[in-house]
């Protein structure tokens, strides 16, 4: 072997073991590659982690909604036809209670009873509503009641209404009680349109239906009268 052989070889051979520990280390960094993306890995898993209280926020949000959804059961209309009716169906009981002995027309007697026995539990239902609500129960005076479009009457109208008897008063009480009924239409009309309330425009439904239809039979009444 000459000598530029074996130079040749030596310098081979000792490149060889060079290249060995390169490799290893590209396997080393490969490996702390690997151990690299472990790591990203468990920071997935912490995203998830961000990702999981996301859904919990967006949980959050959507118990909110549904909160706010159910506190949208009850609007300002609700509330306000609960408390302005309330007083308009008591004057009704009011002059229907007047009947007893006054009115001499046997229909007329009929439908005050049937005031009475359908106005009265109503008065009882949306006292109910109101207090469950957490709003004030109003039994007295509103303001703006009686002033006119809502069909109250004034205290001098029940005075002189109070006063009558036989024809007079059934006459009397069948106008009132016309005006009084288009007032609660109205009324009950503004809780369909602007209520959210089921319960409460429920109410008002049967209000529009069964007044209207006493309105028409009241005017019956006053043709023959």
């Known amino acids: 072997m000459t000598a530029f052989t074996r130079a040749f070889r030596g310098k081979h051979l000792h490149r060889k073991p060079v290249r060995r520990v390169a490799a290893a280390g590209v396997v080393a960094a490969g490996a702390l590659m690997l151990s690299a993306c472990g790591g990203d890995g468990e920071g997935a898993s912490g995203m998830s982690g961000m990702d ?6 967006s949980a959050t949000a959507t118990a909110t909604a549904t909160t706010a959804d159910q506190a949208g059961d009850v609007g300002r209309a609700d509330i306000t036809f609960a408390q302005m009716m309330i007083p308009h169906h008591q004057q009704a009981v009011e002059m229907a209670e007047l009947v007893d002995g006054r009115a001499s027309d046997a229909e007329i007697k009929d439908l005050a009873a049937k005031i ?7 008065i009882e239902t949306m006292t109910g509503w109101l207090r469950s609500w957490g709003k004030p129960t109003v039994t007295g005076d509103m303001p703006g009641m009686g002033m006119g479009g809502d069909g109250m009457m004034s205290d001098k109208d029940m005075k002189k209404l ?16 016309i005006d009084h009924h288009d007032g609660a239409i109205a009324m009950a009309k503004t809780e369909q349109k602007s209520g959210r309330n089921a319960d ?6 049967a209000i529009v239906t069964g007044q209207t239809a006493e309105v028409k039979r009241l005017r019956s009444m006053l043709d023959r009268l």
Not at 200 to 205: G, I, N, T, V, Y
């Open 200 to 205: 409460a425009r429920k109410m008002a439904d």
């Open 116 to 122: 009475e026995k359908a106005q009265g539990p109503e």
């Open 162 to 177: 109070k006063a009558m008897r036989g024809k007079e008063f059934d006459k009397m009480f069948a106008q009132m009680m």
């Open 52 to 57: 999981h209280g996301g859904s919990k926020s």
